[in-house]
């Protein structure tokens, strides 16, 4: 019976879930393309990946209207990645305007409450503020909207895909298995939810020596190319660990805007190409 209820969300059909009260998708005023970046397991680097992503598609274009929303509710990240710590203000129709940081639209959790204050809320409440962070933010024009979902595949995970229509996702994982186990689990669950998987980033694939630039795997499994095959797609991009990405972050500037000559941005640039392509092959 428990795992009957805990597997529910991939036996329902989507009629099903309207007569269960689940609520009808309605997309984001002014918002074109929904981005999701997830991990299903935490510390893989999924935050870094998707602000960078994000600056990304902003460096290929400067007319692109971007945004980035911080989905993890209980460790934001975002703050401290670009750097920004004020509080937002509302509008007269008492939305909140997210900030603006070197032309991306910025909204995080992390903005609202106190920086060493705990989030201890239940899963109803969780839900609650996401509804509001969907629904009560005003984005304005948005060509894409970059959401940094938490690890797990949990209540925000269901909140978000059954909430808004979704473009498609990036799946994010390191090679070690102990994080593949988690990704599989988290594709398997946005595949049953019929969130299209545009691919996996491999993160920490590999290290450059700083001085003969020899590429050294830093973990032993190669299980991700295998799952790539398994659910019809690819690997996007292998980030590889570096001080000079972990550091930008760190400053509160992400390496794409700090130098995008690095090697690892034109990475990211490469990413964000991908990730446009495949938005513009689904219209």
Partial sequence: M????????STTTASDRRRAGIPKKLPIAGVKNVLLVSSAKGGVGKSLIAVN?????RSLDQNKRVGILDADVYG???????????????????????LVNYGVKCMSMGFLVDEENPIVWRGLMVMSAMEKL?????????DVLIVDMPPG????????????????IIMVTTPQKVCLADVVRGTKMFNDLNVPIYGFVKNMSH???GKCSHHEPIFDSNELEGLAKKFNTKIL?????DRNLSKAADDGCPL???????????????LAEKVLSKLENQR
């Fill in 207 to 209: 290290f450059v020596c």
């Fill in 2 to 9: 428990i795992w009957t209820c805990l597997s529910s969300y």
């Fill in 256 to 270: 794409v805007i700090k130098n995008v000559n690095n090697p690892i941005s034109q990475i990211f640039i490469q």
């Fill in 237 to 241: 991009a292998n980030i590889p660990l």
């Fill in 76 to 98: 934001p990240s975002l703050p401290t990645m670009i750097g920004l710590r004020e509080k937002p203000t509302t509008n007269k129709q008492n939305l909140i305007i997210p």
């Fill in 134 to 142: 969907l629904r009560s933010v005003y984005w304005g024009e948005l």
């Fill in 53 to 57: 992503l994000a600056y990304a598609i």
């Fill in 153 to 168: 595949t949990g209540d925000t995970q269901l909140s978000i895909v059954q909430n808004i229509p979704i473009d498609g």
